[in-house]
């Protein structure tokens, strides 16, 4: 290809260019002939202060910059250069509007160039990456990026970036290259001309690729038929095979693994079920997958792991399962298998083909679709980085498990069929229990990893969510619909609905405003025949006329072509649901209202769970299975099984149970600090304890040098906290707050461990499953003890409900369950032998309360500090 490229990069001193941002660095490469023809770089005087920020960021300071030449003395350069070229950047729209702004400034037309932009090329070319930022890029293809946010090195990495995309992309089939040329019109890279010549050029190739096939346009790799591996004929109990075959190199022996191993191998051979808490470092993915194989293997009978997170069912498969394969003395098959709508039907994707999307993210997922579908044999959604459009856009395509030729979901439960071990989720695991059709092969032995989540996945699983988000994005599916069709007796009742609906959650979420303080979001407890008043009665009498329309509309359907009919049969069902949230007598549920005071008048969401499952976990699951191992690093309360034994119905059961201690030295790795000087609840408003926190955490960075980990309970306390927190900061650290700095957790954490000096503040998710080892965290500190807020409406129901049967809420609930997360939270700061690090805890009540014992017997042996925070700095740097 003889094309020009001019692969650039700028560094700024913000995002702002028409607020006088300026260019501090630019650093471009030309790249002709598929080859790096030419470099160049250059500091830019700005004109202005750098942001400490930035500094930072970047490591370029006042003193890089002080003689170098303003952006106008290369300009004309510049334009020279890039006239006519594709001009290329990570990001391209920032880099192009930015220099555009430089050149008007600078009295110079603009050069003339077609746009790539290497993040919409990567989000497409390579749809599994679960981050497209220049550095995680670079890392995954092993390209030289040792300087990130400096032009010329970001310059370079980005052409061997944009060198890679363009090699792969003329290696798609060219059915895919054609479907991109029609499809990829919306997104910002001009694509055309590219695509024009790699179609002309493999349309004069003869090559054929036999690893894929072609189904109704789409290009896919090929499918293999699975096969079962034959029971070896010698084959040595587990037991046997472990006492002449300890691990060697390259894999450690671990005392607290090999326990866990023995208890796993016992109870799936005594067909009892097992409690089994391994702490941190313990290795337990390993120790119940080894002994699982054999016992599946020898008997010839399908073993199901179940787990909570995407994270450690990924790990388990690239990382332990192949382990495995390389200790076990014979061969075994393993499957994953999910809920249907993780997996997509090509016949409905294919469909959605015939017609041109206007719209960017539905564009892009296109794009991403085609190609991944060259590369997947699964066929999951959990693969790909979708963009919030594009998640929407899956619900068009994935299974309906249907038995076509070309369904993964079909695929899936085939693979299923012939499988030694069944990778799944605990969601999935509840609807096999409940399913009149099982997908699983029948099996009787069940490991549950993360087991702390199993209630609440089953909670959640058995409960009911109705929002008007939801119910809006039906009703414009429908509305489409209907328009495509011209059918305007349905239009005219579509528009009663979409106006009694807006009417129905206004009155909804005014109801909830009359009654809740606060600013934020606010959950409402609501019982249908204990609400009274004429606004809740005109809310009722608004939802009786929605649903007499709603029976017009189902009698209307039979007239809607059958592949249109799936969002209108939704829509019923989800308008039946919420008639049944809102009017149903049912004692054993909860439900609350959940609004957000900031946010629009209609946004309110309905939701309901069960109060108590443990009959449900006693009849349906360990009734019924020979052997349920649960096992995570948090199972029990001061040593003790009981309340986890409660919650699931296991009583009657007599679990075979055990504690395997972490193999991390706590009192030589960590201590744990409590200051003194703190104010408590209530002698304090959460504004004025807010403050004070928000002080200690600077205090404490500054001599942790951030690397800091606070974790709370509520998000109105972490946003007052992180409010006051940058008034205190001086621009020493980066501050990072969920829910406040944008992204989700995973984005949060890989933006946290850009910076040498950062504090992330973290609730919910962050209490577990983020995994900072080593020197990205040597300080973790707990704002208050977890308690769940006393008006959470799925904790004030569990508690009249224990009430009403003579318990104690605080102890047989509110205490077990704050004890646990309070592990979970301490278990993020050694996450390895070599980890050192410290754990502030700024609520006296982990020393003070009667209950604390409770709390402190169930750590690990550990060094304890108490005295006001001045003192307990001057011990830092015996721990750090």
Known sequence: MNDRFVVVDIETTGNAPKKEDR???????????????????????????????????????????????????????????????????????????????EFIRSGIQPPTCRLLDTVELARFLMPTQSSYKLNHLAEALSLAHDRPHQADYDAEATAQLLLFLLHKLSRLPLVTLKQLRRHSQPLKSDLTALLDKFISKKERSLQTNESIVEYEGVALKAWNSPKRVDRPEHLPSFSQWFATNPFVAPFEYREGQKQMMDDVNYALQTCQHALIEAGTG??????????????????????????????????????????????????????????????????KFARTLKRIDTNYDIALTKCQLLVWLTETETGDVDELNLTAGGALFWEDVHSDDTNEEYDFFVRAKEKAKHAHVIITNHSFVMHDLTADEKFLPPYEQLIIDEAHHLEDVAAHFFGRHVSYEYIRLLWTRMNDIAMIHKMGALRSLLGDLEYELNQLFQ?????????????????????????????????????????????????????????????????????????????????????????????????????????????????????????????????TTNARFSFIISRLGLDDFYPFTRIIPSPFSYEKQAALMVPTDLPT?????????????????????????????????????????????????????????????????????????????????????????????????????????????PDDPVMEAKSDYIRAKGGNPFYDLSLPQAILRFKQGFGRLIRTKEDRGIIFVLDQRLLTASYSKYFLQSLPPIRVYHAPLLELLQHVNEWL
């Open 23 to 101: 260019i501090i660095q630019i650093g471009f490469v030309v790249i002709e002939g598929g080859k790096v023809s030419e470099r160049f770089s250059t500091f830019v005087q700005p004109e202005r202060d750098i942001p400490l920020f930035i500094q930072q960021l970047t490591g370029i300071d006042h003193a890089m910059v002080h003689d170098a030449p303003p952006f106008q003395h290369i300009a004309a350069m510049l334009v020279e250069q890039w006239e006519g070229a594709y001009f290329v950047a990570h990001n391209v729209q920032f880099d192009w509007a930015f220099l555009q702004e």
């Open 282 to 347: 313990v290795g337990k993915t390993m120790a119940y997958l080894l002994p699982a194989v054999f016992y599946a293997v020898k008997q010839q009978q399908p073993i199901v792991v179940s787990t909570y997170t995407l994270q450690l069912q990924k790990q388990m498969i690239e990382k332990e399962l192949p382990r495995v394969a390389q200790l076990a003395p014979f061969p075994f098959t393993t499957a994953v298998l999910k809920g249907k709508r993780n997996y997509m039907s090509v016949r």
């Open 507 to 635: 009155s909804l979420r005014h109801y909830v405003l009359r009654r809740q303080k606060g600013d934020g979001r606010m959950r409402y407890r609501f019982v249908p025949w204990k609400e009274y008043g004429k606004e809740w009665s005109g809310t009722i009498e608004l939802l009786m006329r929605i649903m007499n329309d709603v029976q017009q509309l189902s009698q209307m359907i039979n007239d809607i072509p059958k592949e249109d009919v799936k969002p209108f049969t939704t829509f019923i069902d989800t308008l039946c649901t919420l008639q049944h949230l809102l009017t149903s007598d049912d004692d054993d549920i909860v439900r609350w209202l959940e609004v957000d005071a900031k946010a629009a008048v209609n946004a309110v969401t309905v939701i309901s769970q069960p109060l108590d499952l443990a009959h449900f976990f006693a009849d349906q699951l360990f009734s019924r299975k020979r052997s349920v191992i649960l096992t995570s690093a948090t199972l």
């Open 681 to 789: 609840f209530p002698s304090v408003t959460v504004e004025q304890y807010a403050e004070h926190a928000a002080q200690q955490v600077i205090r404490i960075a500054r001599h942790t040098r951030g690397r800091m980990l606070v974790l709370f309970t509520s998000y109105e306390l972490l946003k007052q906290t992180y409010v006051y927190a940058k008034q205190f900061n001086d621009d020493q650290f980066v501050l990072l707050a969920q829910g406040v700095s944008g992204g989700n957790a995973a984005k949060l954490t890989r933006h946290f461990q850009q910076f040498e000096q950062a504090i992330l503040f973290g609730t919910s998710s962050f209490w577990e499953g983020i995994d900072l080892p080593g020197s990205e965290v040597t300080c973790v500190v707990i704002v208050r003890l977890p308690f769940a807020p």
